[in-house]
């Protein structure tokens, strides 16, 4: 599986626009981006799952360029709530869902008042 | 729909003890994945249940067991338990017909 890379933290204040980006290098054809957060003693939470160009949810945007070796996800207007840790993750999990979720070390968002 | 649900929710045991997790996935989902997550990093995968057979299994050695149920439910079970087990253990319950994995509360183990 495609090893991720993403910053350890972040920090931002309430109402601003959020963007993690996170480097996968050595993604194969068949890899799907996937992205979750985590919140304090909770699961992991699914926010949204991309392969190339542009998704968006009622929850983020995930912008993955023509190259696919890095993506980022934006998180519109964050408030408090958003504290969390969120985890970029690359696997052909669309043909096998659920399977074996390898996460990182994820981006811990702080956001500010 | 309850979701997936873990329990208990909290636990303490001995070293060398013995322990049982449970987990009920959300309804509709027949695959069962356990994870191991240590306090600041990310979840390890433990293995995965399907049609009551373990699928896939990730690097852990094998004290830590598990079971699948007719009705989806599933336990994990870690023998001879070691300090470096203390961790919070997730549950994430899927369905082939979806790609979106969803995680229970976990069971938050400490081993003394």
Known sequence: ?113 | DAGVTQSPTHLIKTRGQQVTLRCSPKSGHDTVSWYQQALGQGPQFIFQYYEEEERQRGNFPDRFSGHQFPNYSSELNVNALLLGDSALYLCASSSGSNTEAFFGQGTRLTVV
């Open chain 1, 1 to 113: 599986l495609a090893k991720t890379t993403q910053p350890i933290s972040m920090d931002s204040y309430e109402g601003q626009e959020v963007n993690i980006t996170c480097s996968h290098n050595n993604i194969a054809t068949n890899d799907y981006i996937t992205w979750y957060q985590q919140f304090p003693s909770q699961g992991p939470r699914f926010i949204i799952q991309g392969y190339k160009t542009k998704v968006t949810n009622e929850v983020a945007s995930l912008f993955i360029p023509a190259d696919r070796k890095s993506s980022t996800l934006s998180l519109p207007r964050v408030s408090l709530s958003d504290t969390a840790v969120y985890y970029c993750l690359v696997g052909d999990y669309r043909n096998n869902a659920g399977n074996m979720l390898t996460f990182g070390g994820g981006t811990r968002l702080m956001v500010k008042p």
